[in-house]
């Protein structure tokens, strides 16, 4: 699995660029770990159907503040490998940005 290193504002275009509908995703922040499906993604807004046993459902995330606070991405495109990214610099606060 290819890794990148980027700042939370490269990670934003990179949701904005490469994350496509029906894209998986491993979102990892503070001491949180949400792994999903991307239902949706606007320049704005990721809506992710949350893979849980617990609180299954489709989930909405602000784009700018999730990667502010974002540690680590895994996402795997529909088609093409996986990416691993390590994002520098990010707020390590435990909010977590739900809509």
Excluded: W
């Amino acid at each position: 699995m290819k890794t990148l290193r980027m700042s939370p504002g490269e990670l934003l275009e990179y949701f904005r660029e490469e994350v496509e509908e029906g894209d998986r995703l491993e979102l990892n922040y503070a001491f949180v770990h949400i792994p999903g499906e991307v239902v949706k993604i606007t320049r704005y807004r990721l809506h992710l159907y949350v893979e849980s046993e617990v609180a299954p459902g489709i989930r909405r995330y602000d784009l700018e503040e999730i990667c502010s606070m974002m540690l680590e991405v895994i996402h795997e495109p529909k088609e093409g490998k996986p990416v691993k990214i390590v994002v520098e610099g990010a707020d390590e606060s435990p909010g977590i940005g739900i809509l």
